[in-house]
């Protein structure tokens, strides 16, 4: 990592403010060390990321002002020893997302974050296949996540680029793999496994694996469509419960009863007296859990094939779907996320396979438990080590390792 040296910067900035005012410039990451006071005045030294060039950020810096400050950066010939911050202020997650700032870490961990990706973009894609992993015993997965996590991994060997970034990996995969060999891709692990088990082919079709199924989760069902009438229908029979249940409540102290029924008759009497309020707490709680704005957005993903179009050109859709909270994947390259009104959820669904401007759009509505499922996806198997061969000792470690909780695949 590469330290540079910042001056002329406003006297009253602090840490945090330094690093919120230059992230806007430097559009990368890098943490704020501390200030450092010489005969040349006040400086800050700020550590940059390992896929940063400092002479490309240095000459960022020199170009920017700040009101009537203009920012003097160099790099150091000379750190001097300094006492670091107990804290070092780093770029607050927000403003890496408006920023969209790509998401860095160390090898391994760019490489689960891409492979849980890249198998989540297979998974919406090709929801048919994965009901199909089931029926393996959940070989399919297996043997998608081994091929791809070996497919990244030369890469990572090859370009040092892609060692510090799923952004850049992941567009780097797709560069070797495009997307018109996915089915295959499916298609030749699936009769790779079936064959080593002794199992007849299935000839499987592009168009049925990549239909979406409708989604028959009946509590799903209920969020979605009759949540408003589910919550005034029981919310009345629910306080209609509480509030016969606190006036049957035996308030009567005797002179035979312990302190500790004389404790709780008092209790009673006390929830007795809130009895009028209660209605309104519960209709409270259940408006704020069930019928909040939250509850009402839908979480669509818009994966670009083999490229996300310009935010120009998809202006005008998201528009249209009334589309919050927009933004790019910091990890896969052709990914937009955003949230649009329920009432909207079947319109944008309906723009899936839309050519726009050379791309065509695959999009797909988030499942409930997605984040979850993200987790598991990019899990490597215990004892996982870079460069290991596709023998079938190796495959077989891999089979076992993959329990059925942590590989299951629900369909979408």
Known sequence: MSVIEVRHFPPKWDLSMIVRKLATVIRGNFSALNFATSKEGRACYLKLSEILNPHTVVNRLNRATFGCYRINARI???VPQLKVSKKPRTIPPKLKHRLNIPIEGSPTEVLENTIKEVISEYNHKFPGAFVMNKKLGKKLILGMRKIIAQRLER???????????????SLAYRKRHPHFTDFEFIKSTLHSIQDASGMPRDEINELEISTVTKNTN??????????NVVVHKYGELLKAKVGEHLNNLDTVTLETDSEEVKSRKRVRRQLKSMAPCINLIMKEILEKKFLSVRNQLVRIKIYGEPFLPS???LMPLTRRLQAVRVRRSRVLYNLLLLSVPRQHAAAALAADGTALNGAKLVVRQMDTNERKKLK???KLPEGWTPGCDDSEDSEEEDDSEG??????LDEE
Do not use: A, Q
């Open 218 to 227: 009946v509590p799903e069902l209920l969020r979605c469509k009759n949540i």
């Open 376 to 378: 598991r996806y990019g």
């Open 76 to 78: 150091p010939e000379v």
């Open 403 to 408: 329990s059925e909780e942590d590989m299951d």
């Open 155 to 169: 890469i990572m060997e090859s370009d040092d680029e892609t060692r510090g970034s799923c952004f850049k990996l």
């Open 311 to 313: 935010k120009e050109d």
